[in-house]
């Protein structure tokens, strides 16, 4: 295992190789922008027509997506699917308001079972959980009914399906937590009742139908057991799961590999008695794998399996494993199909999408393809464009990395940006620069396409503040935007206000400071020991 200070020397190492431009891929946020107000959930869905993606969340508002609760797209196109007909409320009539989707779970004919909060579905009254027709319609012969938010489903052999949440009850029966409702829409009372504590929040379901559970509970079973554990499948303790993985915080998503180890992602500071922040991984049997360092410095709360190890992660965080990179990152995990595995890692070629920027989150994601994936969450903003709620990233190979703003200088009713093209420059040279500057309250942002540096932007108004971006633009198209936005004010009287950047030289410099340092503190530590 490394050293704790070589650890962290090689995650200097690692950012600095990531801004100077040793990745070559440059994602970025497409056009496609539906308004969507706090998605919680995507899944696949094949509805005997064609494939579907279904999206879960409150209000849909338009641009390409319009409803309440539930909508589902077309997988090729992400068109809207205007003959599926859902409609998810709190109350009914010219009151009502969106309810809130957290889960979805499909059927193996194509019907849907959802979770969440709410009080309607098509008008007719659903607490918490209901099932839909593969074309959206209600199913009126199914209403188990929880007496809390569901957050997590999880369907078994047979179309049963496996819910957990806050509810303490379903049908009006006892069920702490977790409950298996069969397809008639009853509780299956064969399922044995863990005895969870407090909430579930995750679910996982293995091949042979065991379930792996996460949440926020310290007991199952009678037993203690906190933030994970596997159930057999019906319902009784796994004697072959680890007694205590032992989580100190909580579990909001899972992930089983193809070779059944386990991911677990949430607000984590501790697994197994050993630190851990944001992610970890268990062997099969439970117990920590302690070969997989990758962390996260926030709370995780959604996995996307893209196939030869690769998993898209989503939460809300800033960093992975040292690196700047906010709500969405992938890792390989190391898994290899058929082959030995290899050393889990970050993977740097999905770079910082930046969704708003810190204080928002990504709760879940959907892999299109290694190179096209949709993220959903509580956002307004993704790679410096509006984009609420919902949102496409794509790796756009060729396109010029994030440019550098090096100066901004404020005038009378303009502001000029003069810009430096990225530390690693495309084969295809870069043309110009595309510059936004949106103001900070009322008023139209001002633009400029495939500009030479330094680029002016006129008609702005005096006195209000503007958030400007740059792109940098080649004949492949533009690429992301420069990390983060520089502020200007424009005056009748004004003076350049220079931004703070490091140059490509001031960075290797940085990088042999930390080189420095860290064999310092290696060489101090091995001296103690």
């Known amino acids: 295992m490394l050293h704790p200070i070589a650890r962290h020397l090689g995650r200097c190492l690692a950012f600095l190789l990531l801004t100077i431009g040793c990745a070559q891929a440059a994602w970025i946020a497409t056009p496609w922008a539906p308004q969507a107000q706090e998605v919680r959930a995507l899944a696949s869905h094949n509805n005997g027509t064609g494939a579907g993606i279904l999206v879960g969340g409150r209000a849909f508002s338009g641009n390409g997506a319009t409803g309440r609760g539930l909508v589902r797209l077309d997988a090729a196109t992400l068109v809207q699917d205007a003959s599926f007909a859902t409609d998810v409320t709190i109350g009914t009539g010219p009151g009502a308001t969106a309810g809130e989707v957290h889960a979805i779970a499909v059927e193996s004919m194509g019907a849907i079972v959802i979770g969440g909060h709410f009080d309607h579905v098509n008008g007719v009254a659903r607490s918490n959980i209901a099932r839909l027709l593969p074309d959206g319609t209600l199913d009126a012969s199914y209403d188990p009914g929880a007496n809390n938010t569901v957050k997590a489903l999880a369907m078994q052999a047979g179309d049963s399906v496996i819910a957990g949440g806050a509810f303490t ?12 409702i069969d397809g008639a829409g009853a509780r299956d009372a064969s399922f044995a009742d863990p005895g969870f504590d407090n909430q579930v929040l995750a679910l996982a379901l293995q091949a042979d139908d065991r379930v792996v559970v996460g949440g926020f509970f310290n007991q199952s079973h009678g037993q203690p057991r906190q933030g994970v554990v596997r159930l057999a499948a019906d319902g009784s303790a796994d004697a072959t799961f680890s007694t205590d993985p032992a989580v100190t915080g909580w579990v909001n ?32 049997n439970g117990s920590l794998d302690t070969g997989f360092t990758v962390d996260a ?15 898209v992660v989503a939460g809300s965080f800033g960093a992975v494993d040292g690196v700047p990179l906010h709500e969405v990152a992938r890792i390989d995990t190391g898994y290899r199909s058929g082959l030995p595995s290899v050393a889990p890692a970050l993977d740097p070629s999905l770079t910082d999408v930046q969704p708003s920027l810190g204080g928002f989150t990504v709760y879940c994601v959907y892999s299109r393809g290694l190179d096209d994936v949709l993220i959903g969450g509580a956002f307004s903003r993704v790679d410096q464009q509006d984009r609420l709620g919902l949102a496409q990233i794509v790796d756009a190979p060729g396109v010029p990395l994030a440019p550098i703003i090096t100066q901004v200088q404020a005038g009378s009713g303009q502001a000029t940006l003069a810009l430096a093209p990225p530390a690693t420059l495309p084969a295809s040279p870069i043309t110009g620069y595309d510059v936004t500057c949106t103001p900070l309250g009322p008023g139209a942002p001002v633009s400029a396409a495939n500009a030479a540096s330094p680029v002016t932007l006129a008609g702005m108004a005096n006195g209000t503040p503007y958030a400007c971006t740059a792109r940098a633009r080649n004949a492949l198209g533009a690429g992301p935007a420069a990390a983060a936005p520089s502020y200007v004010t424009p005056m009748a009287s004004a003076t350049p206000t220079p931004v703070p950047t490091l140059s490509e030289e001031a960075m290797v410099l940085l990088a042999l400071a930390c080189a420095a340092l860290g064999a310092r503190w290696l060489g101090r530590a091995r001296r103690y020991r």
């Open 253 to 284: 998503a899972l992930h089983i590999q193809p070779d059944g180890q386990i991911l677990i992602g949430g607000l984590l500071s501790s697994v197994g008695g050993q630190a851990k922040d944001g992610l970890a991984r268990l062997h099969a």
């Open 297 to 311: 410095d926030g709370s995780v709360y959604g996995f996307a399996w893209q196939g030869n190890g690769l998993v």
């Open 169 to 180: 009850q379903i049908g009006g029966a006892p069920a702490n937590y977790l409950a298996r």
